[in-house]
C-alpha cells in the first residue's frame, strides 16, 4: 500500500509492516491519518511502526498515532514500534506517549514476548482453531467435502466411539514449547469413503485406506503447524504419522489421568475424530 515516498505499508505473514521516512511533513502526516482506519481493519494482529533514521516528527503525528491505538485496542491488535532514536523517544516519552508508541528492539523478540505472556489455556485455544481450520481446509481440497466441528469440542473421551474405530494415526510432539500427541481415530469405512473421493476412484484398495488415515492427519497437523508458526510464533516441528490398527491399539501410551481434547469432525462422507493429548508419556 504505496503512498508518500515517506510513509509506506507492506502486510507479511499476518504482520502489517509501516515505514516511515526522514523528513515527515503535515501533508505526509495528514495521508497517513486517511489510511489509519483502513489498516486498522486489516486482519492482522500486529501493527510494526518503523521509523529508523527518522529523528523528528511534526507534532500532528503524536495525535495520530494516539488515535491509531485507540482503534487498534477496540479490535485487541497491537502496534509496536522499532528503530526508534533515543532523541525522538525522548520526544515520545515527553508527550506521554511512551505505552502508546511501545517502543521494542525488534519484532522477533516482540512476538516471542507476545507468546511468553500467553496463558496454557490460550494456546490451547490457537492450537485448536488452526487444527479445525486445517480440517476444513484439507476436506475441502483435497474430498471436495464440507466438515463441520462441534463448537462444544472438548468432548469426553466415553463420547468417542472407540469399538468402531479401526486405524489411528499418531504424530508425537516432544519439546520445550509443547508435549503433545496428535491422533486421528477413523474407522475403515469413513476412510475408503474418504480415499475414494480424494482420488475419485469408485475403489480403492485396503492399503490406500490405511495411507488415507496418516495423510489426512499430515495434511491437518501440517497446515496448522505452518501458520501457527508463522502468525503466532509458536515452535511446532514437521512430523511424519505413524499408523497403528486395532490389534496395536494398546502400544498407544495416553495420559493418566486424561489430559484430553477431542475434536470430532463431521463430514458427508462420516465422522472422525482428531484428539489432542497433552499429558501422553
Known amino acids: 500500500m504505496p503512498m508518500a515516498n515517506r510513509i509506506s505499508s507492506t502486510v507479511l505473514e499476518g504482520v502489517n509492516y509501516i515505514s516511515v521516512g ?11 491519518e486517511q489510511n489509519l482506519p483502513q489498516w486498522a481493519n ?22 495520530a498515532i494516539n488515535n491509531f491505538a485507540g482503534l487498534l485496542s477496540l479490535r485487541h491488535t497491537n502496534l509496536i514500534s522499532i528503530n526508534v532514536s533515543d532523541v ?48 476444513h481446509l484439507a476436506l475441502e481440497v483435497t474430498c471436495n467435502s464440507t466438515v463441520t466441528c462441534d463448537e462444544n ?7 468417542v466411539p472407540y469399538e468402531k474405530i479401526d486405524l489411528i494415526s499418531v504424530i508425537d510432539v516432544r519439546g520445550e514449547f509443547l508435549n503433545a500427541q496428535f491422533r486421528l481415530c477413523a474407522s475403515s469405512d469413513v476412510l475408503t469413503e474418504l480415499a475414494k473421493a480424494m482420488l475419485s476412484l469408485p475403489v480403492v484398495e485396503p492399503e490406500m485406506v490405511e495411507s488415507m488415515a496418516q495423510e489426512l492427519l499430515n495434511l491437518i497437523y501440517g497446515n496448522a503447524k505452518s501458520n501457527l508458526n508463522e502468525n503466532e510464533s509458536f515452535r511446532l516441528p514437521p512430523a511424519i504419522p505413524k499408523l497403528y490398527r486395532r490389534p496395536d491399539f494398546k502400544q498407544i501410551k495416553r495420559s493418566t489421568p486424561p489430559q484430553l481434547t477431542v475434536l470430532p469432525l463431521v463430514t458427508p462422507l ?7 493429548d497433552f499429558g501422553a508419556a
Open 22 to 32: 526522514a523528513g515527515l511533513s503535515d501533508e505526509d502526516v495528514r495521508q497517513f
Open 88 to 135: 525522538l523517544f525522548g520526544e515520545i516519552t515527553r508527550h506521554g506517549l511512551a505505552h502508546v508508541f511501545n517502543r521494542v528492539e525488534s519484532v522477533t523478540s516482540a512476538l516471542t514476548q507476545k507468546k511468553r505472556e500467553l496463558s496454557e489455556t490460550e494456546l490451547k485455544r490457537l492450537l485448536f482453531k488452526y487444527l479445525i481450520r486445517a480440517a
Open 153 to 159: 469440542y472438548m468432548s469426553n473421551p466415553a463420547r
Open 42 to 63: 486489516l486482519p492482522v494482529e500486529l501493527h510494526v511502526l518503523d521509523m529508523k533514521n527518522l529523528s523528528g516528527v511534526p507534532e500532528r503525528f503524536f495525535k
Open 270 to 276: 462420516g465422522s472422525f475424530y482428531v484428539e489432542v
